[in-house]
Protein backbone atom coordinates (compact mmCIF):
# COMPACT_ATOMS: atom_id res chain seq x y z
CA UNK A 1 0.00 0.00 0.00
CA UNK A 2 0.99 3.53 -0.79
CA UNK A 3 0.78 6.51 1.56
CA UNK A 4 1.04 9.52 0.88
CA UNK A 5 2.02 11.83 4.29
CA UNK A 6 -1.59 13.86 3.23
CA UNK A 7 -3.51 10.67 3.40
CA UNK A 8 -1.61 9.81 7.35
CA UNK A 9 -3.64 13.21 8.77
CA UNK A 10 -7.21 11.04 7.97
CA UNK A 11 -5.73 8.14 10.17
CA UNK A 12 -6.37 7.35 13.75
CA UNK A 13 -3.72 6.47 16.00
CA UNK A 14 -4.50 3.77 18.20
CA UNK A 15 -2.26 1.84 20.99
CA UNK A 16 -2.00 -1.83 20.38
CA UNK A 17 -1.64 -2.53 24.16
CA UNK A 18 -4.40 -1.11 25.46
CA UNK A 19 -6.81 -0.39 22.13
CA UNK A 20 -6.67 3.29 23.44
CA UNK A 21 -7.25 6.35 21.02
CA UNK A 22 -4.35 8.50 20.75
CA UNK A 23 -5.91 10.92 18.14
CA UNK A 24 -5.16 11.78 14.28
CA UNK A 25 -1.68 11.94 13.29
CA UNK A 26 -0.95 16.09 12.65
CA UNK A 27 2.47 16.27 12.06
CA UNK A 28 5.70 14.40 10.68
CA UNK A 29 9.09 14.53 11.54
CA UNK A 30 11.58 14.04 8.70
CA UNK A 31 15.40 13.46 9.20
CA UNK A 32 16.23 16.14 5.99
CA UNK A 33 19.70 14.14 5.83
CA UNK A 34 18.25 10.72 5.60
CA UNK A 35 15.18 11.27 3.83
CA UNK A 36 13.47 9.30 6.28
CA UNK A 37 10.15 9.52 8.24
CA UNK A 38 11.56 9.91 12.26
CA UNK A 39 7.86 10.05 13.90
CA UNK A 40 4.51 10.83 13.91
CA UNK A 41 3.29 13.75 15.66
CA UNK A 42 -0.30 14.05 17.73
CA UNK A 43 -1.06 16.85 19.17
CA UNK A 44 -2.28 16.93 22.58
CA UNK A 45 -5.88 17.35 22.75
CA UNK A 46 -7.36 21.23 24.40
CA UNK A 47 -8.15 21.97 27.36
CA UNK A 48 -11.34 23.67 28.37
CA UNK A 49 -12.16 24.34 25.35
CA UNK A 50 -8.58 26.07 24.52
CA UNK A 51 -8.87 28.63 26.79
CA UNK A 52 -5.99 26.76 28.80
CA UNK A 53 -4.14 25.65 26.57
CA UNK A 54 -3.22 21.86 25.65
CA UNK A 55 -2.16 18.45 27.03
CA UNK A 56 1.15 17.55 25.96
CA UNK A 57 1.85 16.36 22.18
CA UNK A 58 2.19 12.85 21.59
CA UNK A 59 5.89 11.65 19.85
CA UNK A 60 5.47 8.07 18.13
CA UNK A 61 8.88 6.85 16.75
CA UNK A 62 8.73 4.90 13.27
CA UNK A 63 10.10 2.06 15.10
CA UNK A 64 7.00 1.91 17.08
CA UNK A 65 4.25 1.69 14.28
CA UNK A 66 3.15 -1.94 14.06
CA UNK A 67 0.60 -1.37 11.48
CA UNK A 68 -0.78 1.17 8.64
CA UNK A 69 -4.59 0.35 7.78
CA UNK A 70 -6.89 2.08 5.61
CA UNK A 71 -8.34 3.64 8.37
CA UNK A 72 -6.11 3.65 11.41
CA UNK A 73 -2.60 3.45 12.42
CA UNK A 74 -1.59 0.69 15.47
CA UNK A 75 1.19 1.78 17.59
CA UNK A 76 3.06 0.01 20.58
CA UNK A 77 2.15 1.06 23.97
CA UNK A 78 5.94 2.40 24.40
CA UNK A 79 4.66 5.95 23.91
CA UNK A 80 6.16 8.91 25.72
CA UNK A 81 4.58 12.66 25.96
CA UNK A 82 6.77 15.53 24.83
CA UNK A 83 6.54 18.80 26.16
CA UNK A 84 4.14 21.32 23.97
CA UNK A 85 6.20 23.34 21.36
CA UNK A 86 5.20 27.05 21.30
CA UNK A 87 3.56 27.14 17.84
CA UNK A 88 3.31 30.77 16.73
CA UNK A 89 1.85 31.74 13.25
CA UNK A 90 4.13 32.85 10.67
CA UNK A 91 2.32 36.12 10.58
CA UNK A 92 3.78 37.10 14.26
CA UNK A 93 7.38 36.05 13.42
Same mark, same amino acid.
Given at each position: ?6 ? +????? %? ?10 ? =? ?6 ? %?? !????? +?????? #? ?7 ? !?????? #?????? +? ?6 ? =? !? ?15 ? =?
Amino acid at each position: MVCRIVE +LRHKE %VISSGNGCRIGY =VDDVEVDT %VT !SQVRA +LVVFGR #PRFFGFFGR !SEDVII #PWADIQ +LIGEDTIL =V !SGNIKFTQKKQRIPKSF =V
